[in-house]
């Protein structure tokens, strides 16, 4: 269980039915947005990205906040009490979400911003942060919070990273992903929803995450000049990223790795804590 109190209003945090929640995202924003983007060319790359984002998402995201209002679930699907509040404070954690800000900060120079019309800037700005508040919401609020409340901060933690990563298979498969890259991309996706998780818990709000997430696909998408879901995410990775680049990725994953040696010791402290209290 988590350190602050669980709302136990409105209905069970089944893990299933959070899990189900995602199956039907992903077939909304995978499916259906593969779907609509295919039925015009590859050479109207915004009209593409547009019909394979704004519809699909836009349906799933209202499905998801209709889901919430339905099953009761509380305010702890949106925020719940920062990192550096709690004992030990750990400020070494905010290290991340900083690191997960300047990863894109230093992929600035593979975007050909000449060649990108401001219309298209905005256009992609607002099909990501579609993307980044529906998917945080379902993961690092929805699924995050059903699985906290029936386990430990561990598997909360490795878990909705990996579903995270499982999610976007779908999307890659129909992008035409070779297996090796799908591999790539799950392994990749999965440090990705380690780093948002920490996102929310450092700053204690789940906007943050959202925000991150946006940014970071919106400048993988401006580089990638992409329209379908998924196309966006790295294929080929065979070439060398630039030294700030490579630099903030090494950091970053140092500094996830790190954090799961924490909260094993957290959780620990919390089942230490929770045996004083019943003997």
Do not use: K
Request: zero cysteines; hydrophobic letters at 55%; a positive charge.
């Amino acid at each position: 269980m988590h350190s602050e109190s669980v709302v136990t209003s409105g209905r069970p945090r089944s893990i299933w039915l959070a899990l189900a929640a995602v199956v039907v995202y992903v077939l909304l924003a995978a499916g259906l947005g593969s779907l609509l983007s295919g039925l015009v060319s590859d050479e109207q790359e915004l009209a593409q990205f547009s019909l394979g984002h704004f519809i699909p998402l836009a349906i799933a995201i209202i499905g998801l906040l209709l889901f919430l209002r339905w099953a009761g679930w509380g305010e702890d699907v949106w925020r719940e009490r920062p990192t550096p509040t709690l004992t030990p404070r750990r400020w070494w954690l905010v290290s991340i979400p900083v690191l997960v800000v300047l990863l894109p900060i230093s992929q600035f120079g593979d975007v050909p911003w000449a060649s990108r019309p401001i219309g298209y800037v905005l256009v992609i700005a607002a099909g990501t942060l579609m993307v980044g508040f529906g998917e945080e919401l379902l993961i690092r609020g929805v699924l995050l919070t059903a699985v906290r409340a029936r386990h430990g901060e561990l598997i909360a933690l490795l878990g909705t990273s990996l579903v995270f990563a499982l999610a976007h298979i779908p999307g890659s498969i129909i992008a035409g992903a070779s297996l090796a890259t799908i591999a790539f991309q799950v392994s990749f996706l999965a440090a990705a929803g380690a780093a948002y998780y920490w996102g929310r818990r450092v700053t204690g709000r789940l906007w943050v995450a959202m925000l991150a997430h946006a940014f970071t696909d919106w400048v993988l998408y401006l580089a990638s000049r992409a329209g379908t879901p998924g196309a966006s995410m790295p294929h080929d990775h065979a070439g060398s990223p630039n030294p700030i680049q490579a630099t903030v990725q090494i950091m970053l994953l140092v500094a996830t790795t790190v954090s799961i040696i924490s909260v094993i010791r957290e959780d620990r402290r919390r089942g230490q804590a929770a045996a004083e209290r019943r003997a």
